[in-house]
């Protein structure tokens, strides 16, 4: 008769006795355990479409160009349109009342976020995004008809506004829909650059639509301006929309939203004919807000002070710089047009590269050296532009376009990466929208009207001081994201072989970890030495 073996300590039914090694190596299995991943299969790898690829950010940033191609018009005919619809008014009253317009455009995007967000999450990216479109290229288009203050008095302003309602409205759900859909289909490695076309549409549309002002001030003259010729560059936005109507409606939905449905739909029939109560809650535009509010609303904090360091800077720059230059400093208007539009090219020019160092080098880096940059240059550049000359302007104009580039560049690869699948569209229209409407499209009217109320014109460089001191508290709390797949999503990549290396390397990790449990389960004595929770003191 063979003499009884030993048995092996398991760590399930009390592990090896005496000294505490039990309760020790029990603890460590829990970790460990807790800490353990499964490998990657391939089905777990999406690999993107290149033509769908190009195709999706094409379309996004249609969409943006004829936001911003608005926000360009808008801006060089802020003097102009003051002069149409506010003739009683002196010059000063004319630019806040014309800026309190534009601004009153950014009061209703946090409603227009609220209702196409969570719409996006439940019925699509890509129906939203086609009727955000709609609304923004009519509400543009017919501006270019509306009669002055001439014409129908009071009621001109008022149909102004209207336009510019519905307009803030379609908007609400236009840059966080666009931003989501370019980063659920690109490739994790390259979400910085392709994220970066969708704001290199933003200020092609800005330059294309001051520079049409630009172009009609030097033929036409203040005064053919004044008289009809500001109506031409609005008239513009309706072939605009049509072709970005065309482009989006072609579209596909992202990979990442058609897998977040089919998982939904299995959920649902899994769970037979009726649904459980609290998952349809959950499900429930309601519930989707609650959710955002209540388990993510340190990335909705993050999100909203790193969105305020950008538009801030973005409205400073392209919507009050221009009226800065001409009503508060006395640049000649073609003048100060020509700086801005300068400056908007070097952006245009730039940006992309931004978008790829922010793929090798991480986004916080570059957020965390923009903000410092704002606060450090904002006041001599400020300073170079109140010289009034040609030649130091323009090194002013300069300096507040490559700062604005380092937000510009990284924004749409960090902000939807903050939050999950389900929730991205919803979370990141409210979180965006509330930030740039209280901030962002406001910044011209507080400029211009400190402005007027200090005498100070070094106001607008304590602004953007203020944003980024904000920005850079944001940052130290934003996590890394560059080259990781996005919460609530499976890795992405370019093509089949980085698919293959990708699984390959993620089975070898997991091989690694299974090694390093049963190493420390042999050795317990040395496990017990490296136990992350520290000896039992029990």
Known sequence: MSAARPKSPNPRRGGKPGRGG???????????????????????????DKPEVRRAVSAAALGNTMEWFDFGVYAYLAGTLGEVFFPASSPGTQVVSTFATFAAAFLVRPLGGLVFGPLGDRIGRKRVLAATMIMMAISTFAVGFLPGYDTIGFAAPLLLLVCRLVQGFSTGGEYAGATTYIAEYAPDRRRGFLGSWLDFGTFVGYSLGSGIVTLLTAL????????????LPFLVAGPLGLIGLYMRLRLEETPAFQKETEQAELRARQGGAEQDPVEEARQSGKGRLKEIFTRHWQAVLICMGLVLLYNVTNYMVTSYLPTYMTETIGQDALTAQLLVLGTMVVVVLTITTVGRSSDRWGRRPVFMA????????SIPAFLLIRTGGIVLSAVGCLILGLLLVSFAGTSASTLPALFP????????SISFNISVSIFGGTTPLFASGLVELTGDDMVPAYYLMVAGVVGFIATLFLHETAGQPLRGSGPMVEDEEQARRLVAHSRTEAGRRARDVWLRLRHPRSAHHHDPDGPDRG
């Open 421 to 428: 699948t389900r929730l991205r569209y919803g979370a990141l």
């Open 22 to 48: 039990s309760t020790a190596n029990d603890r460590l299995l829990r970790i460990l355990l807790r800490r353990r991943k499964e490998p990657l299969a391939a089905g777990d790898v999406t690999v993107t």
């Open 370 to 377: 923009g903000s410092v940059a704002l606060v450090v240059l």
């Open 220 to 231: 036409l003259g203040q005064d053919g301006m004044v008289d009809w010729g500001w109506r």
